[in-house]
């Protein structure tokens, strides 16, 4: 049932999602637009290559790993409450930008940036949800949300270079201010106050909040670790054991907690487990199929950096034009159906990718297209799915879960790209003029670790659907899940 303030189409939600959507863009744009800085960055602040790889690191690390944190707070304490406090973070944040003076205060400046997207990236899922009860409303509004987003990620970059034409690095992180008070006054006039019934009021679990950020942290640094310092050396695997010692701890707690953070009879819910997996899925083949191929194409094939970034547009171009697709297809399949579907075109494009990417661009661009086609509708239908399968006061965790499996698992993309790629080439990667011998092995390496990445993705796939095929039974207990068959 509809409440009488419930909005019964976008058009009478549009206050609340310019708010959402300007959400999106920030975290989407953020590191995008400052990517093409970095050099202007790093000579105006005298900062050396590690200090200037954690400028945008730290915001990654910050973000993923509070998110879990900040969404069990968000259902603690108000969804709304926690985005706003987050959005005038940002504000802040970027605002000192205009003061910084050496690596050092940005890198802070970031990590501060990163603790304001962890409160409020997944608060634009969970309320998105909250605005509407009709489920095909709700991939609606997520994908016109997700849609927004891309386009900043897309034009990000492009945007950077010509405000650096004109203007002093510091404008593109003070674009944020704007963004941040549009968004402001978007959920302030457009998302009601939460109230006491959508929320808990469970104690806060201190010590899993601690073990699962830890994990979330360790298991972000490990990637970049092992694609930096290289499998040989101890600091990647010091990292990741001590991911796996702290997510095993993480779990033990939760089991055992009177009130965990992250109930784990919750997760092993098929519509929760089977969406989080799909969404795993996604994030590994687009990270590491996207680390294989801008390597692919500039340094095996020798394209200049401006050719290389045309070569990614059927990427760009299939993400922004697939928004009004996604509706019909969703609404014509089912929230299920249509989750699989698009997650094995996901693993076929990877195995496109790694069978025949390396006899020609046509096959490149033709698993970049796949992907990017199956990863529009995973997006939005993944995270239907999870929060549908959760009580109604447990939504921002849920969304945080979806978000924190997609940031994990393309840390995980590029770590086994960049592992099977240091396995099999001899010398240095970057250095010119490859001999015939290195050409042949880093091709080798593209395909095994394009199977690689097909056989994981693959396998959380159809781990997935056998789940779904037990989410019928549950039906009963999670409203509105026939929406979109009816």
């Not at 690191?57 to 707070?73: K, P, Q, R």
């Not at 010509?162 to 457009?190: C, E, F, M, Y």
Request: hydrophobic residues 55%; charged residues 10%; positive net charge.
């Amino acid at each position: 049932m509809q409440g009488p303030g419930t909005p019964q189409s976008l058009r009478q939600a549009w206050t609340a999602l310019a708010g959402l959507s300007a959400v999106f863009l920030f975290e989407m744009l953020d590191n995008s637009i400052l990517n093409v800085a970095l050099p202007t960055i790093g000579r105006e602040l005298h900062a050396s290559t590690v200090g200037l790889q954690w400028v945008t690191g730290v915001y990654a690390v910050v973000f993923g790993g509070l998110m879990l944190v900040f969404g069990a707070i968000a259902d603690r304490f108000g969804r709304r409450r926690v985005m706003l406090v987050g959005l005038m973070l940002l504000a802040a944040a970027s605002l000192a930008t205009a003061f910084v003076t050496t690596a050092e205060q940005l890198i802070g400046v970031r990590a501060v940036m990163g603790v304001a997207a962890a409160m409020t990236t997944p608060g634009s899922i969970a309320l998105a949800f909250r605005l509407f009860t009709e489920d095909n409303l709700r991939v609606r509004a997520m994908t016109l949300i997700s849609t927004v987003g891309l386009v900043g990620l897309a034009i990000g970059p492009t945007a950077g270079g010509l405000v650096l034409a004109v203007a002093p690095w510091q404008v593109l992180l003070l674009v944020n201010v704007p963004i941040a008070a549009l968004a402001i006054i978007g959920i302030r006039s457009g998302i009601a106050a939460d109230q006491a019934a959508e929320l808990h009021r469970d104690p806060v679990d201190v010590a899993g909040a601690m073990l699962g950020t830890a994990t979330i942290v360790f298991s972000l640094i490990a990637p970049t670790l092992f694609v930096n310092e290289g499998s040989g050396t101890w600091a990647p695997w010091t990292a990741t054991a001590a991911a796996v010692a702290t997510a095993i701890a993480f779990v033990l707690r939760e089991r055992s907690a009177r009130h965990p953070l992250l109930d784990p009879k919750l997760v092993a819910r098929p519509l929760v487990s089977a969406g989080l997996a799909y969404k795993a899925a996604t994030g590994l083949a687009v990270a590491g199929m996207g680390y294989m191929v801008t390597l692919q194409l500039q340094l095996d094939w020798g394209w200049p950096p401006a050719l290389a970034a045309i070569g990614m547009l059927p990427q760009v171009v299939v993400l922004i034009s697939a928004g009004p697709f996604v509706n019909r297809f969703v609404q014509r399949a089912g929230l299920e159906r249509s989750a699989w579907l698009s997650s094995a075109a996901v693993v076929a494009g990877l195995a496109v990718y790694g069978l025949l990417g390396r006899f020609g661009y046509v096959w490149v661009a033709i698993s970049l297209a796949l992907v990017a086609a199956a990863i529009r509708v995973v997006g939005a239908v993944a995270g239907v799915n999870v929060l549908r399968g959760l009580p109604e006061n447990r939504v921002s965790i849920g969304a945080a879960l979806v978000d924190t499996a997609s940031e994990v698992t393309s840390g995980a993309g590029i770590a086994i790209a960049g592992t099977i790629l240091a396995a099999f080439f001899t010398g240095t990667i970057t250095t010119t003029g490859w001999s015939a011998h290195q050409t042949a092995q880093f091709r080798d390496a593209v395909t095994v670790a394009g199977l690689v990445l097909t056989a994981v993705a693959g396998t959380l796939v159809g781990w997935a659907i056998l789940r779904t095929r037990n989410a019928a039974d549950n039906r009963s207990s999670t409203p509105n899940t026939d929406a979109l068959d009816a």
